[in-house]
């Protein structure tokens, strides 16, 4: 065997191996209730570090990245050398010695590359599940907007996962303690904030209701959607300038708003004093090119009364 059909048959290897762990893995993860395997790591300066599985999802999603560019290169390489030996093979029909004695070699190139076609299939579709079954997104820029009745408020929150937590600011630590005026404005003892963020990992929820938008109507949407969900003109338009970018050049989107306890589920605000009215908002939409049916998600208009607290995000799936 040349040096070259070594080298493929060993990344074959390669990709079955990393194919075979992951769908292992992530049929693990997704068969466990629990949400993390491991008790988050803390020191008394630094928050919690993110949890194995959620560091783990992270580099098996790197890693079958890689491996699905390895398949392609392989296809590519298999599907080649299986048309030029076909049409050399084709060529040596027309000298009857030269095709006995060249037959063989060639029908074994065909035969090879039929092999690693298939082979490159069977992984492909063994990445495509091993990344459905893991089932985890990003929330990208949940904020959350703090407005007491009275000024100089002290405010404490935490959140229920903080090993999911990938990025924060001000530093979540082990929470946030801040001091907030009736206008919104934040204050940790350093420097003033309009809002405290988060970003993390969540698991993908089922579409089981939602919109289908068309990618130009995604302003239009969101306007009349997050006014029944509770945001002022202010905070719709923060959350309509950082996703409109990202969705109205689709053909359409497929758009849900996750429910209260499917929120707390995945991450829950524990707020101290307890808001009066708290609003939590998190899209999870897909890019469709073409239109379906599903069954519209119904909103239940908010009214926001007193002491109010809101957090908005949202995921591409």
Not at 128 to 137: E, P, V
Not at 138 to 166: A, W
Not at 222 to 247: C, N, Q, R, S
Not at 276 to 295: A, C, E, G, H, S
Request: aromatic residues 12%.
């Amino acid at each position: 065997m040349k040096k070259s059909l070594k080298v493929l048959f060993l990344l074959c290897v390669f990709l079955l191996i990393i194919a075979s762990v992951s769908i292992c893995y992530a049929s693990n993860i997704r068969s466990s209730n629990e949400v993390q395997f491991f008790e988050p790591v803390r020191d008394e300066s630094g928050p919690a570090t993110m949890s194995f599985h959620a560091k783990m999802s992270i580099i098996i999603t790197l890693t079958q990245i890689i491996s699905t560019l390895i398949a392609v290169l392989i296809i590519s390489i298999s599907f080649i050398r299986f048309i030029v030996s076909k049409i050399r093979l084709a060529r040596l029909l027309e000298d009857d010695e030269k095709y006995e004695e060249k037959k063989e070699e060639y029908t074994q190139k065909i035969k090879k590359a039929k092999i690693g076609f298939i082979i490159c299939l069977i992984i492909g579709f063994l990445l495509y599940s091993s990344a459905a079954i893991l089932g985890f997104t990003k929330t990208f820029k949940p904020i959350i907007y703090i407005y007491p009745e009275s000024d100089n408020t002290n405010v404490s929150i935490t959140l229920s996962n903080p090993e999911k937590i990938t990025c924060s600011y001000p530093k979540y630590n082990d929470g946030w303690n801040v001091e907030v005026n009736k206008d919104g404005t934040i204050s940790d003892g350093n420097r003033n904030y309009y809002a405290l963020y988060w970003e993390g990992l969540i698991n993908k929820k089922d579409f089981k209701d939602g919109f289908v938008v068309k990618g130009e109507d995604t302003a239009e949407f969101l306007e009349e959607k997050l006014k029944i969900l509770g945001l002022t003109d202010k905070e719709a338009e923060e959350f309509i300038v950082y996703w409109l970018p990202k969705m109205e050049k689709n053909n359409y989107n497929l758009i849900r708003f996750l429910e209260e306890d499917e929120l707390n589920e995945e991450m829950e605000l524990n707020i101290n004093p307890k808001p009066d009215t708290l609003i939590r908002i998190q899209m999870q939409y897909k890019p469709l090119l073409f239109n379906m049916d599903i069954p519209e998600q119904e909103l239940t208009e908010v009214e926001r009364n007193g002491y109010t607290v809101v957090e908005w995000g949202g995921s591409k799936v």
